[in-house]
């Protein structure tokens, strides 16, 4: 069962706000579908910053250094704050730790991420700090965990359905931290998105990276895809089933891309070539695929993975529309569309 606290991370990363662009700079996901000029006022300038672009110092010092109005300044916003200062080169380290001592542990910690110059100063704020949170990013300093320091987590951290991008954060670094936590949290469905969400970043290690002398490889369309992530999923999960012949869709002759029969989950892989204009046609075709899928009662989620090397996308949200639980047919089962270009 995939924990609450990773279904909201999915619902965050599917959305263009800020926190999606932090979450996805945080995950080392590809930010190619994201554009500052969407964004007003102060985050606008963050927006530059986590995306790795700097702006004028002048600029920069105007906002920081407007007067206070009402207890008000640029800080009261923790992500604008963060990603101001790391459009700013060179880094104000100054002006960030006049700031970081006033702050709540939950905002010391997550500027601490984004500017590790702040560590001891952080693990020193920390000694005084009680409370959930501050308990949990503790266990990040022990060598181990134990099942009650996994079952707090559990309660007080994993099963947050409403969780802000700072407490996914801390739940990330558990995992990072962590092996056992983290298989023994990590759902099956969790494990699939994970590699959905890092195949562009991974796939360019093949098709653009290679070494001197190595052709790249080519994908060419989705068969190659649907091969590619049949040999990385099949790796982890050996049950995983390629085009099995005796589920198709619905009555057509079309057959499942991947599937894992016990766990109710089948994957349907799309590719946006550079010849298609735009994604239109690949929404009408999942609509159509999402009903036929339903044709199997066993069935608890779908998994769509579009790849799109050519960013034909024109707005990934006609995709995540497609999200949701569904009942069709008497069949009840949720659908996760992943976007990767």
């Not at 010092?61 to 790391?86: A, M, Q």
């Not at 046609?281 to 044709?295: H, V």
Request: with cysteine; net charge negative.
């Amino acid at each position: 069962m995939v924990p609450l606290i990773l279904k909201k991370e999915q619902e965050i990363l599917s959305q263009n706000t800020i926190e999606s662009l932090i979450l996805h700079r945080y995950n080392e996901l590809s930010l190619d579908g994201f554009n500052p000029d969407i964004y007003n006022h102060d985050t606008y300038y963050a927006a530059c910053g986590f995306l790795g672009k700097s702006v004028d110092s002048t600029i920069i010092n105007k906002i920081i250094s407007r007067p206070v109005i009402k207890g008000i300044d640029y800080s009261n916003s923790i992500y604008n704050f963060i990603g101001i200062h790391l459009a700013c080169v060179p880094i104000l380290k100054s002006e960030i730790m006049a700031k970081f001592v006033h702050f709540s542990i939950e905002n010391k910690f997550v500027t601490r991420i984004f500017f590790p110059f702040l560590e001891d100063d952080f693990k020193n704020a920390l000694q005084t700090c009680d409370g959930d949170f501050a308990c949990i990013i503790k266990l990040l300093y022990k060598d181990d965990l134990s099942d009650n320091d996994e079952h707090f987590i559990e309660r007080k951290l994993s099963n947050n359905a409403n969780a802000s991008i700072i407490d996914i954060m801390l739940y990330r670094e558990l995992l990072k931290k962590f092996t056992r936590f983290r298989y023994n949290t990590m759902g099956t469905v969790d494990i699939i998105a994970s590699v959905f969400n890092n195949f562009q970043d991974a796939i360019k290690h093949i098709t653009m990276l290679r070494r001197k002398d190595h052709t790249p490889f080519l994908i060419e369309d989705e068969y190659d895809v649907q091969d590619l992530l049949y040999f990385v999923l099949r790796s982890i999960f050996p049950r995983l089933q390629f085009e099995n012949p005796h589920f198709k869709i619905g009555g057509t002759n079309s057959k499942v891309d991947l599937m894992l029969v016990q766990e109710g989950i089948d994957i349907e892989i799309k590719m946006i070539k550079a010849k298609n204009q735009d994604e239109k046609e690949f929404i009408k075709q999942l609509k159509i695929d999402i009903n036929d899928y339903a044709a199997w009662n066993e069935l608890k989620h779908l998994l769509v993975f579009v790849y799109d090397p050519f960013n034909k996308t024109s707005n990934k949200n006609n995709f995540y529309d497609l999200n949701g639980h569904k009942s069709i047919n008497g069949t009840e089962f949720d659908v996760t569309v992943f976007v990767s270009n």
